[in-house]
């Protein structure tokens, strides 16, 4: 898409990762893939998720293949749909520090401002700052983490 653009003389615009730290095991472990290379090139695949649809098929097949996957490998799959997320709503980062996790917001984000304090206003659990970073609040387990992200996210990306 980029070089399309940049053949067509178009201007490209930076291509912006996000990045996610929040502290949950996410690797996938040797005794569920011992082999080496075919676990290198899961977590390619797992790099490709974009979706919680995808990320649903992506562990039936894991399952179906090598077995239930461990906690770990969960959470990979759900740091790839976050990461997709966040990049949908321009989040250059999201952070976890004690029972708070930050989203900090890329300059570019097309996110109207108006609409996020919208949010923030109807969520108890969220708070946002002058400097443009939303925080939530959080129970201490990942799994409360991720699904208060996803659902986060999934609001703003409908707003945009």
């Not at 290198?40 to 077995?67: C, H, P």
């Not at 939303?134 to 996210?153: N, Q, Y």
């Amino acid at each position: 898409e980029r070089a399309v653009s940049e053949q067509k003389g178009e201007a490209v615009r930076p291509e912006r990762r996000a990045t996610i730290q929040l502290g949950l095991d996410i690797r996938i472990p040797e005794t569920y893939i011992p082999e080496e290379d075919l676990r290198l090139r899961t977590y390619k695949r797992i790099a490709t998720v974009a979706s919680e649809a995808q990320g649903d098929d992506m562990l039936r097949e894991l399952a179906d293949r090598f077995g239930p996957p461990p906690p770990p490998v969960a959470n990979l799959l759900d740091y790839a749909v976050l990461k997709s997320q966040a990049e949908r709503v321009q989040v250059e980062a999201i952070e976890r520090k004690g029972s708070r996790v930050s989203v900090r917001f890329s300059d570019e984000t097309s996110l109207p401002p108006e609409r996020l304090v919208e949010i923030v206003r109807v969520r108890r659990d969220l708070r946002l700052e002058p400097g443009g970073i939303l925080w939530l609040e959080i129970k201490p387990d990942g799994a409360s983490i991720v699904r208060g992200l996803k659902t986060v996210l999934r609001h703003l990306e409908g707003s945009r």
